[in-house]
C-alpha cells in the first residue's frame, strides 16, 4: 500500500465549477501536509500547507484536514483553464525530519 | 518563482557515467533536499542537508551521493548511471531542516540515460 495516495484522474471540471482534489496517507504520525501544483514540464509549486484539522482558507483555495480519517483535501474555487495542472499532495511523515512523502498527483482539467 | 536555481537545465547522459547536478538555495535557507521524479509519478525524496551535513535519505543507493558547500548550494552526484536514473530531479530548499518547515523547489534538471 502506498503511503500518500491520490486519483491519477485526469479530474475534469467547467470553468466557474468547484474542484474537489482529494488525498489518503497511511501515516497516522503524519503532522504536516502540502499541496502543490505542477504545471506540464514544470517543477511544482507550493499552494499551500495545513497542520491543523479543520478548514484554511487561502483566495480560491481550500485545504481540509481529517486526521481521523486520514484524509486531506484541496477545493478550488471558481476554476479557471490556468488551474489546469498536476496537483501533488506531500507529507511530512512522523519521525522523518523534513522529508516530504509526495502522491502520485491529480490530473485538473478545467474546461472553458 | 523561488530563488532556488538548479543546473544543467537538460543533460543527456550513457548507461555508467557519472554525472554532478548542482543547486543553489534560497538566500536565508540553510537546508536542501534533493528528489527524483519519473514521468507520470510524484517526487521520490533522495536525501536532505541541513548545514553541510545529511539530515535524511530515502531509499535510494550510496551510487546516490551529495554535498552542501558553506554558502549552502549543493550536489547531487550519480555514480555508475542506470537506465531507470533518467527522470527530472528536483531541489528544494527550506528556512530549516525541522519537520514541517516549507520546501521550496527549483526548476529541476532533466536527466537523461541512454
Known amino acids: 500500500q502506498k503511503e500518500v495516495e491520490q486519483n491519477s484522474g485526469p479530474l475534469s471540471v467547467p470553468e466557474g465549477a468547484i474542484a474537489s482534489l482529494n488525498c489518503t496517507y497511511s501515516?497516522?504520525?503524519?503532522?504536516?501536509f502540502f499541496w502543490y501544483r505542477q504545471y506540464s514540464g514544470k517543477s511544482p509549486e507550493l499552494i499551500m500547507f495545513?497542520?491543523?484539522?479543520g478548514d484554511k482558507e487561502d483566495g480560491r483555495f481550500t485545504a481540509q484536514l481529517n486526521k481521523a480519517s486520514q484524509y486531506v483535501s484541496l477545493l478550488i474555487r471558481d476554476s479557471q483553464p490556468s488551474d489546469s495542472a498536476t496537483y501533488l499532495c506531500?507529507?511530512?511523515?512522523?519521525?522523518?525530519?523534513?522529508?516530504?512523502?509526495f502522491g502520485g498527483g491529480t490530473r485538473l482539467m478545467v474546461k472553458p | 518563482e523561488t530563488g532556488v536555481t538548479q543546473s544543467p537545465t537538460h543533460l543527456i547522459k550513457t548507461r555508467g557515467q557519472q554525472v554532478t547536478l548542482r543547486c543553489s538555495s534560497q538566500?536565508?535557507?540553510?537546508?536542501v533536499s534533493w528528489y527524483q521524479q519519473a514521468l507520470g509519478q510524484g517526487p521520490q525524496f533522495i536525501f536532505q542537508?541541513?548545514?553541510?551535513?545529511?539530515?535524511g535519505r530515502g531509499n535510494f543507493p550510496p551510487r546516490f551521493s551529495g554535498l552542501q558547500f558553506p554558502n549552502y548550494s549543493s550536489e547531487l552526484n550519480v555514480n555508475a548511471l542506470e537506465l531507470d536514473d533518467s527522470a527530472l530531479y528536483l531541489c528544494?530548499?527550506?528556512?530549516?531542516?525541522?519537520?514541517?518547515?516549507?520546501?521550496?523547489f527549483g526548476p529541476g534538471t532533466r536527466l537523461l540515460v541512454l
Open positions: 528544494a530548499s527550506s528556512l530549516g531542516g525541522w519537520a514541517g518547515e516549507t520546501q521550496y
Open positions: 501515516d497516522r504520525g503524519s503532522q504536516s
Open positions: 495545513i497542520y491543523s484539522n
Open positions: 506531500a507529507v511530512n511523515t512522523a519521525n522523518a525530519g523534513n522529508m516530504l512523502t
Open positions: 538566500s536565508g535557507h540553510n537546508t
Open positions: 542537508y541541513y548545514r553541510e551535513e545529511e539530515n
